[in-house]
């Protein structure tokens, strides 16, 4: 199968982009679940953009670079603050709803910002944006959608990406898809950890076939935790920002405020600041979110999920403190870029999360994301536009993997499905205890060398160490999981290997020694 431009992921980076690029080109996207699988619909808070008079794009940046401690690329900051307003229009033209205050776009305030400028749909910002996205998408005829379909690898010859190899949903084999570009958009790695904001399938596996096809990576150290995440329920569930912007407090089991001890602007503090106080607080007894001076009647109209959701797991966040911890969040590095999306691997792009455009720095700025995703994902697209070259056929290159998977193949299904969920449970325990928001150098060196050992486990498999004449062959399920669990270790490994690179302490990477 060829296509003009392959796009992995559907959050708002890929949809973005794919709406763009195919105005011109034929597109397909490639995503392992649904389209509405990904982490943009679980973006709470909304989109940071300067609308107020009151405010300015200097301001902006300024808190932008201030979050992300001064480690951050000053023009690539400059291009997303300064293309914001536009992104708000383009996306109001898509039909999102943004919820409205006296004939305006209604803004609030979040960590980091000396200003009102976060635009928003309640509390259900990116889920609005992401519905929206998806209707253009399945709407549009030059786009071909694949979804459950895992993304294997890149295809690179001679330092040249000229496709990807899946493995197709329907036959379920491995397949080989050409193009001319290949635009990563696979969103986060937070499931490397025990307590993630993050979706199912937020693996690492944008970062781990990158790293894999000799792209360059930068600033994996800097993984940000949520400060304030519920662990009460079913699932994580994170706690809007934007809770924090219009009143609520966090406080601890004696039900006293600490955070105006540790930073000028208390609760509304960069995330690094406030997770960081929040987890050493929390070693003394149980945190929680406190918003019981607003109204249920408020609450239900602004944060009607949040309101929803812990209602469900018997807290009423009118009248009661909400016990919160910190949680894996966001990687604010990823695979390095230039302006327009472009890495060192020619014809691979890359956008959102899994990319490092320098915009965040050492650490994220609340409600910089989507709008980062947006404003990159147009820049890729024109790129890529301006850049139509022919598909050139692709050679056989994916024997490696048609001999792995022979071999898993005809593995004992039992056996791998447990060793790969122990292993999976070992990455997580190992990054949550190691390589967390405080570090130190044994923990960090500890942790590499059990990521290596698991990692080398894995490739053992596909060496036939689990090899039977049984007939509980293994199925699909279980071959993406061995992709997956792979994903997750060398991705793992590259978080801790820049975590050891860099003994000093800068945004949400903290070494006490």
């Given at each position: ?227 304030t995440a519920f662990t009460g329920g079913d699932d994580v569930l994170l706690l809007s920002e934007a ?271």
């Open positions: 199968m060829n296509s003009q431009a392959i796009i992995i992921g559907s959050g708002i980076a890929g949809l973005s982009a794919a709406l763009i690029i195919a105005k011109r080109l034929p597109v397909t996207i490639v995503t392992k679940s649904a389209l509405l699988g990904g982490s943009t619909r679980l973006a709470q808070g909304g989109i940071a953009t300067v609308l107020a008079e009151t405010d300015t794009f200097a301001q902006h940046i300024k808190d932008t670079l201030e979050a992300g401690s001064n480690h951050n690329n000053n023009e690539a900051v400059k291009l997303m603050v300064e293309n914001g307003p536009l992104v708000i229009k383009e996306l109001i033209d898509l039909g999102v709803d943004f919820d409205q205050h006296d004939g305006s776009i209604a803004l609030t305030r979040e960590g980091g910002h000396a200003a009102r400028r976060i635009a928003h749909h309640k509390d259900t910002t990116g889920l609005e944006i992401e519905t929206k996205l998806v209707q253009k998408v399945e709407e549009h005829k030059n786009i071909t959608i694949l979804e459950n379909t895992l993304a294997v690898d890149l295809v690179v010859e001679g330092g040249v990406c000229q496709g990807i190899i899946i493995i197709n949903s329907e036959t379920e084999e491995l397949e080989l898809l050409s193009s001319a570009h290949v635009l990563m958009a696979s969103g986060g790695l937070g499931q490397i950890y025990e307590v993630t904001t993050n979706p199912a399938v937020a693996t690492g596996d944008g970062f781990a076939m990158a790293y894999r096809a000799g792209a360059t990576l930068k600033d994996m150290e800097f993984i940000q935790f949520h400060p809770l924090r912007g219009e009143g609520a407090l966090i406080v601890n089991e004696l039900g006293e405020r600490f955070m105006q001890e540790t930073h000028v602007l208390a609760e509304l503090a960069p995330r690094d600041v406030v997770a960081r106080a929040l987890y050493l607080e929390s070693k003394k007894g149980q945190v929680y979110l406190d918003m019981t001076a607003k109204s249920a009647d408020y609450l239900q109209e602004r944060f009607p999920y949040i309101y929803k959701t812990l209602q469900k797991s018997g807290y009423d966040l009118a009248t009661d403190l909400i016990p919160i911890m910190p949680a894996a969040h966001f990687c604010c590095g990823g695979i390095a870029t230039d302006l327009d999306g472009k890495t060192n691997v020619d014809n691979l792009f890359a956008i959102g999360e899994v990319a490092c455009t320098g915009v965040h720095g050492a650490n994220r700025l609340a409600s910089n994301s989507l709008l980062e995703a947006a404003v990159f994902a147009k820049q890729a697209a024109m790129a890529i536009q301006e850049n139509d070259i022919a598909v050139s056929p692709t050679p056989a290159v994916f024997t490696d993997w048609q001999t792995a998977f022979a071999i898993l193949k005809n593995s004992d299904a039992e056996l791998l499905v447990y060793a790969l969920g122990n292993i999976q449970l070992e990455i997580k325990a190992i990054m949550q205890e190691k390589v967390g928001i405080v570090r130190n150098l044994d923990d960090l060196t500890s942790a590499n060398e059990d990521l290596i050992q698991l990692e080398e486990r894995l490739y053992g498999f596909c060496r036939s160490d689990l090899a039977t004449e049984s007939v509980k062959h293994t199925n699909t399920d279980q071959l993406i999981s061995f992709v997956e669990t792979l994903n997750m270790v060398q991705t793992a490994i590259l978080v801790v290997e820049a975590a050891l690179e860099r003994p000093q302490s800068l945004g949400c990477h903290f070494r006490l020694r």
